[in-house]
Structures are given as C-alpha cells and as structure tokens.
C-alpha cells in the first residue's frame, strides 16, 4: 500500500523516527512507513511529513492533524539553526554519515502541537508531525492520520501496528546524561535551590528519566567540569562546609532533599560529582564554606588537589559523606568520580588523587572517562569509563561493570548524537552496547546551556555548539521550555528508542540464547557490527526490531 497521499496542494508520508525531514526535502524523499511492531509498553515514534505546494490568492493554511486507533501525543518538529554541524577534519561525513554538514536550519526541537492538534506549515516547504504513544494490551491496530483543511480531509494515512503480546523489561542500562543544575538556575534566572529552582529540577529529573536517563549527577560540591581555568561556575554546592578552629563539620541536608526528589522522579543511580579537576586531578573542586562565621570559597583552581589542606579535608568529609549515602540506603548505587578525562600523561598524579580516596570509597564503584587502557591494566581504577572509539582495549580485559562514552571527540564513523548526524547513527548505539555487554552508558550534556568554559549563558535555540566549540547537538539534548518545562529533542527521543532497543534484545536473548541474538545483528548487517563498522542505514534497525520482536513472538506462543 503506497503511504503517500497526493492531494491538489498537499504531499504526505508516513515515516519512521529514524527520518530527519530537511526544509528543503520532499515527501518521495524518504521511505514511506506502512506497518511497525512493538512490546506491550515500549514507547512508539513515528512521523508525518507534509509538504503544501503554494497558489495563488491562499493566506497561510491551518491544518488539523488527527489519529484514530491508538491514542497519541503530536508534537511539531522545529527547526534550529546549527550554528557549528561538525569539525571540519570529520572524516565520516564522505562516508553517509551525515544528513549535512553545512550551517543551517535542521529538524530537532519537539513542540507539543496545541489543542486540536493545529498546524500551520509554510507552503513548499516540509513539515514534520511527530507522533508519540505507548500501548500496553498486544493486538492489531489499524492506526490512520488524518490531515484535514477546515474539516475537509486533504490527507489519510494509514498504519498498521502490531504490538507484541510481551512487556518491554525494565531498563537495564544505567544511563547518565550530565545534570547541570546551575544551567537551570541562569536559564530560568531564578536563585540556586530556591524553591522555583527545586521545581525545575524536578520538572527536568522527571523528563530525564522518562527518557532512559537513570543516573543523575548529584553536585556535592559545584562540579570541576567546562569550566574555563580561574574563573568559577555558579555554586550548586549540595553538602554544607562549616570550618571552625581547623575543624570541619558538614551538613547534608540540601543532599538529603536532592536524593528525595530524585527518587521521586524515578532515579535509580547517583552519580557523585568529580573529587579533583578536569584532564588531570591538578585541582581541587570548588568548595564553599562557613569559616568562623563567614561565606567564603576555601578550595578551587589555586588549591593543589593532591596535596596540602584538600586532601586533609577529603580525610574528614569521605566518611561522613558515605556514611549518609548508607543511611539514605543508596550507597549500593552511587558511582563516583576522581577527574574527568585523565589521559596516559596524568596517569601518576590521578593514581596520587585515587589513594587519597580509596580508604574510603568501594574500588569497583570508583568510574571516569578515560582512553587509555593503562589505567586498568595497572589496577588504578576498577571501573573505566572509554570513549567509544577507544574502547577495544578495554573489551579484551575481564572488567566487571562495563561502561562506554561519547562526546565531541567521537565524531569518526562512530555512533553519536549530533544534530547533523542521521538518526540511524544515534540509534545504533544500543545495538553495539548489547553485543558488547555494556552495562553503562555516559554522556556529558543533558542540558548544558552555558559556552564552552561556562563563561556565558547562550540561547539554546541558537546555539547546539557551546558557541562553536563542539559540534552542535553535543552541548544538551533537551531544551529549556516555558514555565520550567523542558522540550524533548528528536535526538533525545531516539536515543531512548536505542535504550529500548537492548532491553528488547535481552528479553529476546531470555528465550532463543544469546547466539542466536547475535548471529541475527551481524546476519542482517552483512558483517560483524562493531562500534565503528555497521550499516549505515535506518532500515538496518527497522528490519531488527522486526526480526527481534517476531522471535519473541514466535517463542512466547511455544
């Protein structure tokens, strides 16, 4: 059945989550999606692309925009103009891994559509719907859209969902996304842990959680991370610091209500802010305190992290801290940190910082981003965090817990969110984190609206780059939204779909084995999927999912 409807003025198409609808783009650009299938309870996106051709003495249509069948959210996918799409020494976007690589409007913000699901799009010119829904009883669902003119149908496109009689596991991959909870106080100009402020906060872990993010950073102290050497980010600092007579005592109150509300939202993993600074553990964090009587920062950029008064007070404040994290009952799912990204050059300073810690925190608990395999291999830390194009080292050696990165440096074939890249690319990544048995995944910016050194508050809507620093798409990938409420993007959207996709993968891996799960993702792919070397295509992950949840099928009905 041809998806696509040809009106007098009006071009639409059905597409799945994995199409990025460029304003120039027309309709027949992209596959047409006709039939899709889920598990009970894992969330379904997919799209509408409508383009209105333009004639003569017509102001600028409404249009409606309606499903039947199944219940779902619309949302209107905006364009951003990506200020920096990637660097130029990218070497993948020869190879189709980019939908463009020039400045430019792209499709990312996802606008809930107003009451009646109205739509005004600019005449020849694509526009996109998105829609959203989650459907917990397995069936058949003849499922249509339907585009209407002021009540006259234009367009009606019909889908056909089948939803797997199997619920979608709970999610096993621990998830953090960076929780720059000082960004939410400049954006929403609002005091740090004020009220307002904790409202946003929650509004923000909520959203997170709902899209696959389980860990959140928790800032016992401002983090050590993007901040330009010498100068400061705003205080976040959740543990209270009195020194009287040399002595230290701490307050965690602000900590205890930080942990509350996370739970609340969902939260499962507390990720404990960095001990020692970014690239080296040269310095110790930003630290406040109450010192006779007076504020005062009593630790940043000019107090070495590694010797001196710091470490004498990590001696007095780890105990204390862990002690609390038991009594809360989440010791077992804290992960912290020594320093961001130490390379092989800082390998002795950071195994300095890590005996300064290890009296007192769990060895197998301890994780950083890192590249270099040297850090395992001489039992200096535990729990290695690589970067996904430096990660084969670290799949030969027998490591526990395993994790994985990306960030701005992993722009070479790998997978990866930027905005510029085609969803497939973000996509693939839970694909290569089941096949390598991949317990956690990290990424740096959930919502970091600041430039690069955080010296500045940007507009996010502007500005995906930290003011073309990164390539766009690397510095969040949820915007800030009206009254505190955060706007999802596709890449965020999709990005879950990956978190379901090995959730998925397990539940299948539960009842044929794990080889055949495996046999079947290189099979289709033609070759052995790695994190560098997979298909370059949506299709690729449509016909998996496909062939995933058939099997599941096919093994539940015995």
Not at 353 to 370: N, S
Request: charged share 25%.
């Amino acid at each position: 059945m041809n998806n696509s409807t040809n009106g007098p003025y009006v071009d639409a198409r059905l597409v799945s989550s994995l199409e990025k609808g460029l304003v120039n783009g027309r309709t027949e650009d992209y596959p047409a999606l006709t039939q899709i299938s889920v598990l009970k309870g894992e969330r379904l996106n997919f799209q509408l692309f409508l383009r209105v051709a333009p004639y003569e003495n017509r102001r600028r249509r409404l249009f409606n925009v309606e499903t039947s069948g199944i219940d779902t959210a619309a949302y209107e996918v905006r364009q951003v103009y990506a200020d920096y799409p990637c660097f130029n020494v990218d070497r993948s976007r020869e190879d189709g891994l980019y939908i463009d690589s020039t400045t430019g409007l792209y499709p990312d913000v996802l606008e809930p559509l107003d009451d009646g699901s109205r739509l005004r799009p600019l005449e020849d010119t694509l526009t996109a719907v998105w829609f959203e829904t989650e459907i917990s009883q397995a069936g058949e669902y003849a499922v249509t859209v339907t585009v209407k003119e002021e009540g006259e149908t234009v367009a009606q496109l019909p889908l056909s969902v089948t939803v797997i009689d199997a619920q979608l596991p709970e999610q096993s991959l621990i998830c953090t996304q960076w929780f720059h909870n000082d960004c939410l106080a400049s954006y929403y100009n609002v005091p740090v842990f004020s009220e307002e402020h904790w409202r946003i906060i929650g509004n923000y872990m909520r959203f997170a959680v709902r899209h696959g993010i389980n860990c959140i950073l928790t800032p016992i102290f401002t983090p050590p991370l993007d901040t330009e050497i010498g100068s400061e980010r705003p205080t976040v600092q959740l543990v209270g610091v009195t020194r009287t007579a040399g002595k230290y005592c701490f307050d965690f109150t602000l900590l205890k209500r930080y942990l509350d509300l996370a739970k609340s939202c969902g939260v499962r993993y507390y990720e404990i802010s960095h001990l020692f600074s970014q690239w080296g553990a040269e310095f110790a964090p930003k630290v406040v305190a109450v010192v006779d009587g007076t504020l005062q920062r009593i630790f940043g950029w000019d107090t070495p992290g590694t010797e001196g008064e710091y470490p004498r007070f990590l001696k007095a404040f780890l105990p204390e801290l862990t002690d609390f994290l038991r009594r809360e009952g989440v010791m077992e799912r804290c992960r912290f940190h020594v320093s961001d990204e130490p390379g092989e050059q800082h390998l002795e300073r950071y195994l300095k910082a890590k005996q300064i810690v290890a009296p007192y925190l769990p060895e197998e608990a301890v994780m950083d981003a890192m590249s270099s395999v040297e850090f395992y291999r001489r039992g200096i830390i535990r729990t290695p965090v690589p970067s996904s194009n430096h990660i084969e080292p670290f799949l030969e050696e027998d490591i526990k817990e395993r994790w994985t990165y990306y960030c701005c440096s992993q722009f070479d074939k790998v997978a990866n969110r930027f905005i510029a890249y085609p969803a497939f690319r973000n996509r693939i990544l839970g694909v290569q984190l089941y096949k390598y048995r991949i317990d956690g995944f990290l990424q740096w910016g959930y919502n970091f609206y600041y430039s690069m050194g955080s010296r500045r508050l940007i507009n996010p809507y502007l500005s995906q780059s930290g003011e073309r620093q990164v390539p766009s798409g690397d510095t969040f990938s949820v915007y800030p939204g009206a009254a505190g409420q955060p706007v999802a993007s596709t890449r965020l959207a999709v990005f879950h779909e990956a978190v379901q996709d090995i959730d998925a993968l397990k539940l299948c891996e539960s009842l044929v084995g794990r080889d055949k799960v495996v046999a079947l993702i290189d099979s289709l792919a033609g070759r052995p999927v790695t994190f560098a070397d997979y298909p370059k295509s949506a299709d690729y992950l449509l016909r998996l999912r496909a062939e995933v949840n058939a099997l599941i099928a096919k093994a539940i009905a015995g």
